[in-house]
């Protein structure tokens, strides 16, 4: 189940810095009142605890990934 969670708040995540990067619109900072305020950055830091869990993920045996 966290693995889950965690893959979603990357794929959020990485939504989120495409568009940046094409549209340099920053959504999460849209929808919780900019990149300083309090919603956002625990936003941003669930995404990154997100990214360093699914890093664990590549070093999972096969078969468990699976599940």
């Known amino acids: 189940m966290l ?29 919780f ?5 309090v919603v956002s950055r625990i936003v941003y830091t669930l995404v990154g605890a997100a990214g360093l869990w699914c890093i664990s993920m590549l070093f999972e045996e096969r078969s468990r990934a699976r599940e």
């Open 33 to 37: 009142g900019g990149q300083s305020a």
């Open 3 to 31: 693995d889950k969670i965690s893959l979603l708040l990357v794929i959020i995540g990485a939504i989120n810095w495409a568009l940046i990067g094409v549209f340099q619109f920053d959504l999460v900072a849209y929808l």
